[in-house]
């Protein structure tokens, strides 16, 4: 027993910085707008007045609510074709790839993420844009006369950008699970007179599911938050809740609004995710 | 056969995913060395005039300067506390673990516009002045777990018994953690460093709104994106961003691959 409250103690004590770090900076912060939610907002002042009345305008107003469907839609879109696009990858890595080759391949799929957000955001608006390279190559091509309207500066080159922008966050914890699935399995499968598409149905993929439950929220929670590829590609015309989250606390300077904005989103984003996973629960009691 | 054939097929896919990952950043050097000032088809001339405008840019220069010391503080910082919290993690198991850990970890999937927004207003509310240094704690907060990701890895591959070994020659904990551990774990602490500088230097929501009037490259390219005349200076500099982090990130795998071989682990695995 001795032995273990030494343990614990030199465990806290070392954890202590790092946590006592993200409480000042993080949890600190997020308390603040969590009671600035409750308050009332003054000219260039916030008064100390306990109201729903921010939650109440969040709830009610149309615009809100545009935006915020947008955002939910724009990002479960984007959830979905980032991990229906990523799983063949991962599933290549882990199962054909060469082993000594798989790292290599990691390393080429992370290497675009870790590049200028900013600027492969503001290059796809180049590409897809009206004189972009999409259009004018199919134009000088023949193949269309017109230049494609769909894919211009819209929610579909919103979606675009941010599958792109995700891959990698897809990708990764799928190759994990895949990695870990025990090969014997497969063929036991096979040995039992499975097809191999059966096989990969009833098998390969509910042991993969882990990974891919953990791919969706990885790409789902980051997504619906997004501020700058709406601001970018959309020129601010098609604002997602991130945007309006900063117009309110800084353009508008109407501090309470803003954070029962953000606070309504995370809790949504929150219901959301849990609903999900306890949606799913049953691919992760697999695992244990 | 049918095997080879399905390798083949999910080979071409791969190959074909790649191109479209890969895409925007096959069109900077086009456009970067194109003369012409419009970022279209067909290209002009082959010109060197961007990279020329960008050296002598003096606003461009400050943005570099406060990135790279942001950077270089943020990944010190992000990777001094990761140290902390995964030697507690992986060593110790105390009440709470999974709880402090999971917070920690928080910002890794929380959107990054809710930590600048609520680190401004209390900045703003405590009436804290902006600068380079709120960015830099904004930046060791996002840093900080993907500095315990990669240093998990290190630290958990740790044989314990070496440690037990020093302890039992006679070394002090501390003496035993810089003699034995210590050298165990650098690839992971070079690695983790240069991820975060990646993470800091690229970011831009938080420095957009921490930084106050003080340029940083993220900020200054998004405050050219909007005048046309600037785009090719732009896709200068990205080039020259996209060949250094190319740089740091094959130097950081290198590390974690030779912490890797050094700790007898398999050299599988990517950089998270």
């Known amino acids: 027993m001795a032995r273990f409250d030494a343990e614990a103690r030199a465990g806290l004590s070392l954890i202590a910085p790092p946590f006592l770090y993200a409480l000042v900076i993080l949890a600190a912060p997020l308390l603040t707008i969590l009671a600035y939610s409750f308050l009332t907002d003054g000219y260039l002042e916030i008064i100390r007045d306990f109201t729903w009345d921010n939650y109440v305008q969040v709830m009610t107003d149309p615009i809100v609510r545009v ?45 675009p993420f870790w590049t200028s957000y900013l600027i492969r955001v503001f290059l796809w608006k180049v590409i897809l844009g009206y004189n972009g390279v999409v259009n004018s190559s199919l134009t000088g091509l023949g193949i269309i006369d017109e230049p494609l309207t769909f894919i211009l500066y819209n929610v579909n080159s919103i979606v675009i950008t941010l599958a792109h922008a995700y891959a990698p966050f897809a990708i990764l914890p799928i190759f994990v699970t895949l990695e870990k699935i025990d090969r014997s399995l497969l063929e036991a499968g096979r040995d039992l007179g499975e097809s191999r598409a059966m096989t990969f149905w009833r098998v390969t993929l509910p042991l993969a599911m882990p990974g891919v439950l953990a791919a969706v929220l990885i790409v789902f929670i980051p997504t619906i938050g997004d501020y700058v590829t709406p601001e970018v590609i959309g020129g601010g015309k098609i604002p997602m809740i991130a945007n309006m989250i900063q117009v309110q606390m800084l353009a508008l300077d109407n501090r309470p609004l803003g954070s029962a904005l953000a606070v309504t989103a995370m809790l949504i984003v929150a219901v959301i995710s849990v609903t999900f996973l306890f949606l799913n629960r049953r691919f992760l009691k697999v695992r244990q | 056969m049918s095997n080879h054939s399905k390798g083949r097929g999910l080979q071409a896919y791969a190959v074909l995913y790649l191109l479209f990952l890969y895409a925007p950043i096959l069109l900077l050097p086009i456009f970067a060395f194109n003369s012409g000032t419009i970022i279209a ?29 942001i950077a270089v503080s943020a990944s010190v910082l992000a990777t001094c506390l990761g140290v902390f919290a995964t030697r507690a ?16 970890m928080l910002p890794m999937v929380l959107p990054e ?32 777990p993907y500095a315990i990701a990669i240093l998990s890895t290190a630290f958990s591959s740790l044989d314990r018994s070496l440690e037990e070994a020093a302890f039992d020659l006679g070394e002090t904990k501390w003496g035993a953690f ?35 009037n003080e340029p940083t490259l993220p900020t200054y390219i998004f405050s050219q994106l909007r005048f046309p005349r600037s785009i090719p200076v732009i896709m200068a500099l990205g080039t020259v961003l996209v060949i250094l982090s190319v740089v740091l990130l094959a130097i950081g795998e290198y590390f974690r691959r030779r912490g890797n071989a050094r700790i007898g682990g398999a050299p599988t695995g990517g950089l998270l």
Not at chain 1, 77 to 85: E, F, G, K, R
Not at chain 2, 41 to 68: I, K
Not at chain 2, 118 to 139: F, R
Request: charged letters at 10%; hydrophobic letters at 60%.
């Open chain 2, 178 to 212: 810089r003699l034995i551990t210590l050298p165990l774990v650098m690839p992971g602490i070079i690695s983790s460093l240069l991820i975060s500088f990646t993470i800091s230097l690229d970011e831009f929501i938080i420095a957009f709104f921490l930084a106050g």
């Open chain 2, 89 to 104: 993690s992986t060593r110790f198991s105390f009440p709470g673990r999974g709880g402090m850990m999971g917070f920690i």
């Open chain 2, 113 to 144: 516009i809710i930590v600048a927004m609520s680190l401004l207003v209390v900045l703003l509310g405590m009436g804290v002045q902006l600068s380079l240094l709120t960015v830099i704690l904004g930046h060791a907060l996002i840093c900080m």
């Open chain 1, 67 to 111: 935006v915020m469907t947008r955002s939910l839609i724009v990002a479960m879109v984007v959830t979905a074709v980032t991990v229906v696009l990523a799983f063949p990858v991962a599933y290549y890595v882990s199962f054909v790839v060469r082993p000594e080759r798989k790292s290599l391949w990691l390393f080429l799929i992370t290497i």
């Open chain 2, 41 to 69: 088809f067909p290209l002009q001339g082959f010109t060197t005039e961007w990279f020329a405008q960008m050296w002598g840019n003096a606003t461009l220069r400050r943005a570099l300067t406060n990135s790279l010391t």
